[in-house]
């Protein structure tokens, strides 16, 4: 069975801290790891990661994956109270070259707070 | 502005009853999906449908049913079998089944 862990479950921090949140995963025939902010209940894409050792960045917001040890870190540096949401990550598994948006895997999220 | 509009933002269930949560989007995507989120868990795939007309159970349909009569449109029924229905749920599209994920807001459905 296909499993995504996220840690850690909370966060809070101090506006302007840098934070890491992790995600492994164990999947059969992984195809990629993306990453979401929901706040507000929508959750909203923030990247996709397909190559390992590749940073995805966005202002404020980068990710890395990292095959080999099968896991993926979202930092965020000089946080800022609009940063608080949970994070999800999602895996994305194909079967024979069957791939798409139904063999998603999601993690439990990160709940993040940044206390003003 | 295009979007996806789920509604309502709460709904409450009596026992025994059958409730429609509504999702509308007009992003003109063809693949739409409904989850379930519940603390302490991850989303959870109920149905998909990559196509008009057309739709799959995902990996917790017991006590669900949908539609998709309409490119747009993708309701969802939570059924007098789902004996435990008190969750978030989310109803998501994607231009095909391999592009990105647009979620809604989400409806929160509680039982009295």
């Known amino acids: 069975e296909d499993k995504v862990v996220q840690s850690p479950l909370s966060l809070v921090v101090h506006e302007g801290d840098t934070v890491t949140l992790n995600c492994s995963y164990e999947v059969t025939n992984f195809r990629s790891l993306l990453w979401y902010k929901q706040e507000k209940k929508a959750p909203t894409f923030l990247f996709m990661l397909t190559s390992s050792g590749i940073e995805k960045k966005s202002g404020r917001l980068s990710s890395i994956l990292d095959k080999k040890e099968l896991s993926s870190i979202l930092n965020i540096t000089a946080t800022q109270t609009g940063d608080s949401a949970i994070y999800l990550c999602?895996?994305?598994?194909?079967?024979?070259?069957?791939?798409?948006?139904?063999?998603?895997?999601f993690g439990t999220g990160t709940r993040l707070t940044i206390i003003p | 502005d295009g979007g996806i509009t789920q509604s309502p933002k709460y709904l409450f269930r009596k026992e025994g009853q059958n409730v429609t949560l509504s999702c509308e989007q007009n992003?003109?995507?063809?693949?739409m999906y409904w989850y379930r989120q519940d603390p302490g868990q991850g989303l959870r795939l109920i149905y998909y449908s990559q196509i008009v007309n057309d739709f799959q159970k995902g990996d917790i349909a017991e006590g669900y049913s949908v539609s998709r009569e309409k490119k747009e449109s993708f309701p969802l029924t939570v059924t007098s079998a789902q004996k435990n229905p008190t969750a978030f749920y989310l109803c998501?599209?994607?231009?095909?089944?391999?592009?990105?994920?647009?979620f809604g807001s989400g409806t929160q459905l509680s039982v009295l």
């Open positions: 999602a895996v994305e598994a194909t079967e024979y070259f069957n791939f798409g948006n139904e063999k998603l895997t």
């Open positions: 992003l003109n995507h063809d693949a």
């Open positions: 998501a599209s994607s231009r095909d089944r391999d592009e990105k994920l647009f």
